[in-house]
């Protein structure tokens, strides 16, 4: 079974709005990273937040982490076409990385 | 372009055939592995390395699945006699061990195989 579990599955958004994907898990963690994926590409790496930290920004993204329910977020402020793409959250509960299924986000010009 | 490579990055074969993926990881990571991805899911763990040692193996790697990497620096995964359902998107990673600052992974682009 996954680990993580993303919610929603897909988002489809005006350019200029903000997404918010959430992300839920299951067993105790060290941190908890999230992933873009480009149709057809690789993922990329966007953000890791570790344990004992509650929130972290990195340009136009928060990620937040709230250990007590198992669950993480992450919002990417006034949204570009380029950001739609596929978004996995990802935890290593044994250094074995595990993907949940993804937010599929379209962001619409 | 994250560093990391895979070749070929399109395969198509008949059920039957045996095929050999490679990744090149970057250069000073120690950690390597490997996922399968189909559409609409999130990359599926198969097998890492650290260094040249294969540490942990799918239950989803069947027999027909091995993977190796001889020096501690690219790997390789084949399949032998393919079916269908192998058909999927192959994605190679690499990272820095557990326990460093940071321990984000390097995709590479993938190998998309088909199979007839």
Redesign the interface.
């Known amino acids: 079974s ?1 680990q ?1 579990e993303e919610d929603p599955q897909a988002l489809s958004i005006q350019e200029g709005e903000n997404a918010t994907m959430n992300c839920s898990y299951k067993t105790s963690i060290n ?1 908890l ?1 999230w ?1 873009r994926q480009n149709s ?6 966007l953000i ?1 937040i570790r344990s004992n930290e509650r929130e972290k920004h990195s340009g136009r993204l928060r990620v937040t982490l709230d250990t007590s329910k198992k669950s993480s977020s992450l919002l990417i402020t006034a949204s570009r076409a380029a950001d739609t793409a596929s978004y ?1 959250c990802a935890t ?1 509960p044994n ?8 937010t ?1 986000l379209s962001v619409i010009p | 372009d994250t560093g990391v490579s895979q070749d070929p990055r399109h395969k198509i074969t008949k059920r039957g055939q045996n095929v050999t993926f490679r990744c090149d990881p970057i250069s000073e990571h120690n950690r390597l592995y490997w996922y399968r991805q189909t559409l609409g899911q999130g990359p599926e763990f198969l097998t890492y390395f650290q260094n040249e040692a294969q540490l942990e193996k799918s239950r989803l790697l069947s027999d027909r699945f091995s993977a190796e990497r001889p020096k501690g620096s690219f790997s390789t995964l084949e399949i032998q006699r393919t079916e269908q359902g192998d058909s999927a998107m192959y994605l190679c990673a690499s990272s820095l061990a557990a326990g460093t600052p940071t321990y984000e992974q390097y995709f590479g682009p993938g190998t998309r195989l088909t199979v007839t």
Request: proline share 4%.
């Open positions: 996954q993580g941190n990273q992933y057809g590409r690789g993922l990329v790496h890791l996995f290593a250094d074995k990385v595990i993907f949940g299924p993804g599929s």
